[in-house]
């Protein structure tokens, strides 16, 4: 099992392109699906979560090449729409191929995504949307078994009980090749949903509202290939932001998505860093030490302050000075990260939503162990801005979702290796 061993205390300084975006690929690769002919996707960012993806689409019948961050997509030839447990729970994303394959084929099984690390993950709104779609769902022990009545989907009206990217994602795909108009209401708004409508317009698909709570997609009988970049990853460049930040770096970040990362970006601003922004480059200085955020940090849908940067802010946040207060509104479970920034040295206190980080004078290494993706990343920022030295295990988490973590942070001037 491979780990990270990072030498902290340098500041980070210099440039880095942001890679593709990760929650962007994963649904556009399952969109791929529905097209007949080839999609060539650019901006793929090298991941495992992203090497998962194109094992389904290759077990299903499409041909899915990747190389130089470059994924080829022929869907010629659907043959199966059975999906096996394992590929399955290789990665929890897999259930926004229920909507490709139903959309392409009318039919499809999958199994119930593992447990997970962020608490439970249930699908249930993603089933009665589907269900209200005209689809015959049954569950037989793990497995999920899927048919549109007539062979198609049709188009409903669905009202979300809460905005889930998931389930938006998967009535999307679902609905693109549907019969008759599907409206979304209490739609996600998340940037990855408009990246994904992007994606399927450009196949020919009819959605317009992406990007606001009202989607409207009216159900074209077939769509057709298309070549497409995928947008920047805006929680990689939190990620960035933060080990700059806490490192009392300078950094410029290159292919950013900036008014996407406005709200992480605005938050960030008040522990007293300077950013600049352009087209798509954000500059960020820090200089000196932290100031903690007075206003409390709640994680809510976007465009609010995004769960996925909540570890690895607070990361930066445990050696600053005075307190912040996070509050995690989305998952139950993703304060996993706080054991190991604990014992490196920071003061946390978790009650129920609500993290309490009280700055302390500085972090100090130690070994800590992965618990998830974002937590993972957590660590990360926390071992660079600590005196000594820190071995991470478990990276294939931070490797679902980071690419080449340690190069990046090498060359920004950190000490970070793989081992
Ligand atoms: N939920 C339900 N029922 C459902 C669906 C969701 O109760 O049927 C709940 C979830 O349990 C959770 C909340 O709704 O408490 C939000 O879940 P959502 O469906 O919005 O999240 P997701 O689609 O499972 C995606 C990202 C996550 C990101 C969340 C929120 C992908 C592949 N994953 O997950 O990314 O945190 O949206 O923005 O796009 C990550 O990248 O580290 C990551 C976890």
């Not at 495992?48 to 993806?53: K, N, R, W």
């Not at 290789?90 to 909507?99: C, K, N, T």
């Not at 922004?277 to 007075?294: D, W």
Request: hydrophobic share 40%; with cysteine.
């Amino acid at each position: 099992m491979q780990k990270f061993i990072i030498n902290g205390g340098r500041r980070l300084r210099g440039e880095l392109a942001l890679q593709g975006s990760k929650n962007s690929s994963l649904p556009i690769m399952a969109a791929a699906l529905l097209c007949f002919g080839e999609c060539t996707l650019h901006s793929c960012p090298a991941l495992t979560d992203v090497y998962a993806a194109s094992r389904i689409l290759n077990f299903v019948g499409c041909k899915c090449t990747f190389s130089d961050n470059t994924a080829v997509i022929d869907s010629s030839a659907v043959g199966s729409t059975a999906v096996p447990e394992g590929l399955m729970r290789e990665m929890r994303s897999s259930i926004i191929f229920m909507g490709a394959m139903l959309g392409r084929t009318g039919e499809c099984t999958v199994s119930v995504p593992g447990g997970c690390e962020l608490g439970p993950r249930p699908i249930d709104m993603h089933l009665s949307a589907l269900r209200k779609m005209g689809i015959d769902i049954r569950e037989n022990g793990g497995d999920i078994i899927c048919r549109a009545f007539g062979g198609r989907a049709k188009g409903a009206k669905i009202s979300l009980a809460f905005p889930s990217v998931g389930a938006t994602e998967n009535v999307i795909l679902a609905a693109v090749t549907a019969e008759g108009e599907t409206v979304i209401n209490n739609a996600a708004r998340e940037p990855e949903i408009c990246d994904l409508c992007s994606f399927l317009r450009r196949c020919g698909a009819d959605i317009s509202g992406d990007g606001e709570s009202r989607i409207i997609i009216n159900g074209k009988k077939q769509l057709h290939g298309c070549e497409y970049t995928i947008m920047p990853d805006r929680i990689a460049g939190a990620t960035y932001l933060s080990m700059a930040a806490a490192t009392k770096g300078e950094i410029i970040l290159t292919n950013a998505c900036v008014p996407e990362m406005e709200p992480f970006i605005s938050v960030l601003e008040q522990t007293g860093c300077s950013i600049y922004t352009s087209e798509n480059r954000i500059y960020m200085r820090s200089g000196t030490r932290l100031r903690a955020v007075r206003d409390r940090i709640r994680t809510m849908p976007h465009p609010g302050f995004p769960t996925d940067a909540q570890a690895v802010l607070m990361a930066a946040l445990t050696a600053a000075d005075g307190t912040s207060v996070f509050e995690e509104n989305i998952f139950d479970c993703r304060y996993r990260h706080t054991d190991a920034l604990l014992k490196m040295g920071a003061d946390i206190q978790v009650l129920g939503k609500v993290a309490v980080v009280k700055g302390v004078e500085k972090l100090h290494g130690a070994n800590v162990e992965a618990t998830d993706l974002r937590g993972g990343a957590a660590m990360a920022v926390a071992a660079l801005c600590a005196e000594g030295c820190s071995e991470i295990t478990k990276i294939c988490h931070i490797d679902r979702g980071y690419e080449k973590m340690e190069e990046a942070v090498r060359l920004l001037g950190g000490e970070m290796r793989r081992s």
